[in-house]
């Protein structure tokens, strides 16, 4: 098990597996609501708990469909997405796990939309200019059985 606390510590996330993928989305809403490219790692939402005063904030993801981002009610922190686009997972930010893991992206979304300061990563082996969601299920439920 990891766990991993909010900036104030009021809340904290519980794992019980390995991330299924770490990513990059460079998709205006995130460039926007993060102020640079998202940068996480997907789970199944029953490989995560979560405690402490959190609240969830809804919006039209660069999908079209909505994402929910869950974030500590004290200090504000982002914790999570979920994406009604794919039912069941979860993104956790990267910046949150760093403790745990070395952040390598797999897999980079809306590429076309990077800024023009970011370079592709060299871990990147999948660069899509949409959200990559066929693609991207297909490569979760490859690594599902491969976590530790």
Excluded at 123 to 135: A, K, L, M
């Amino acid at each position: 098990m990891k766990t991993v606390s909010c900036f104030c510590g009021q809340c904290s996330l519980e794992f019980k597996h390995d991330p299924m993928m770490h990513f990059m989305c460079h998709c205006e809403d995130c460039e926007f609501l993060f102020n640079g490219a998202f940068r996480g790692f997907a789970y199944t939402e029953i490989d995560l708990e979560l405690s402490g005063p959190h609240d969830t904030y809804s919006y039209e993801g660069g999908s079209g469909n909505l994402l929910h981002l869950t974030f500590c009610k004290n200090c504000g922190m982002n914790l999570y997405s979920k994406p009604d686009l794919l039912e069941g997972l979860v993104y956790v930010f990267a910046g949150l796990m760093k403790e745990h893991y070395t952040f390598e992206p797999k897999v980079e979304l809306f590429a076309h939309n990077r800024l023009p300061w970011v370079t592709r990563a060299d871990s990147v082996v999948q660069s899509y200019d949409h959200n990559g969601t066929i693609e991207r299920v297909s490569e979760l439920l490859e690594n599902i059985d491969q976590r530790g």
